[in-house]
């Protein structure tokens, strides 16, 4: 695929994820991914797929494997922090969220991820919810 065209792809594909049509979504970012496997936007973007279809473990690898590829992305750490916070994994949702920030100081989202992850971590210790 051109790298034009899988610009023009992925730009649908998130258009199209948006309007909840997550199975095309999800088509769009494979065909870009078999142009190119290691398009970290196309692999992140799967994962937030992966994550509305309920698929968290799924959403989980893909969103750590975008992290991988591009680690300054704070976008991409502050969505891992909300794959982790559906996850009840507080600690770490707490950690993927303060590193957002760190990459992007003036992130609003991430700091709501944070306050999220700071109040599940809070209700753990009160009801013995683990995290």
Same mark, same amino acid.
């Given at each position: 695929?051109?790298?034009?065209?899988? /610009?023009?792809?992925?730009?649908?594909?998130?258009?199209?994820?948006?309007?909840?049509?997550?199975?095309?979504?999800?088509?769009?970012?494979?065909?870009?991914?078999?142009?190119?496997?290691?398009?970290?936007?196309?692999?992140?973007?799967?994962?937030?797929?992966?994550?509305?279809?309920?698929?968290? /473990?799924?959403?989980?690898?893909?969103?750590?494997?975008?992290?991988?590829?591009?680690?300054? #992305?704070?976008?991409?750490?502050?969505?891992?922090?909300?794959?982790?916070?559906?996850?009840?994994?507080?600690?770490?949702?707490?950690?993927?969220?303060? #590193?957002?920030? /760190?990459?992007?100081?003036?992130?609003?989202?991430?700091?709501?991820?944070?306050?999220?992850?700071?109040?599940?971590?809070?209700?753990?210790?009160? /009801?013995?919810?683990?995290?």
């Amino acid at each position: 695929m051109h790298p034009i065209e899988a /610009d023009a792809t992925l730009k649908l594909a998130k258009t199209t994820l948006r309007s909840g049509k997550v199975a095309e979504a999800e088509a769009m970012y494979r065909k870009v991914l078999d142009g190119n496997p290691h398009c970290a936007e196309a692999i992140h973007f799967l994962g937030l797929a992966a994550m509305q279809r309920g698929k968290l /473990d799924e959403a989980l690898k893909l969103v750590r494997k975008s992290i991988e590829l591009e680690p300054k #992305q704070a976008d991409y750490h502050n969505n891992l922090a909300t794959v982790l916070g559906r996850m009840n994994r507080s600690v770490e949702a707490l950690g993927a969220s303060q #590193q957002a920030i /760190d990459l992007n100081a003036d992130f609003p989202e991430a700091y709501g991820n944070k306050g999220v992850a700071l109040t599940l971590k809070q209700l753990s210790r009160v /009801d013995g919810f683990r995290t």
